[in-house]
């Protein structure tokens, strides 16, 4: 278990209501690993335009401020999991993160479940990066 006030452990806060009332961070940093909580296509006015890529890109959007204050990013993630709530959209989702991560080709995780905790929501990402 990390010990909490080591330099080296960094917790990341986005602002999400869910932060406070679930207990957990979008990101945690230990040492050179950086851990993104499962990302939903959250804007800050609450709204979630129904399109799939479009939420896909807001989660990239929030992943990749995230990586960033923890001294990371997009290019350095080394794993993805990324949730749909219907196979329909498997093309549009991969072709988003094709395109966002290029660069790093992570190894990758795509699985439909049931629903998300929001039912607007049509994607949620998880991501796991270093930092260089």
């Known amino acids: 278990m990390p010990d909490p006030s080591d330099p080296a452990l960094i917790r ?9 009332t679930i207990g957990f961070s979008r990101a945690v940093r230990v040492g050179h690993r950086v851990l ?4 939903a296509p959250v804007w800050p006015d609450g709204s979630c335009p129904e399109d799939p890529g479009v939420q896909a890109e807001r989660c ?3 992943i990749a401020a995230a990586l960033a204050e923890a001294g990371s990013g997009l290019d ?6 990324m949730y749909l709530c219907s ?7 991969g072709a988003v ?10 190894a990758a995780t795509m699985v439909v479940v049931a629903r998300l905790l929001d039912p607007r929501w049509k994607v949620e990402i998880e991501a796991e990066a270093i930092v260089p």
Do not use: N
């Open 12 to 20: 990341v806060r986005s602002g999400s209501p869910y932060e406070s």
């Open 36 to 39: 993104v909580s499962g990302t």
């Open 60 to 62: 990239f959007e929030i």
């Open 76 to 81: 350095q993630v080394v794993r993805t999991r």
């Open 87 to 93: 196979p329909a959209d498997a093309e549009t989702v």
């Open 97 to 106: 993160h094709g395109r966002l991560l290029a660069r790093a080709l992570p």
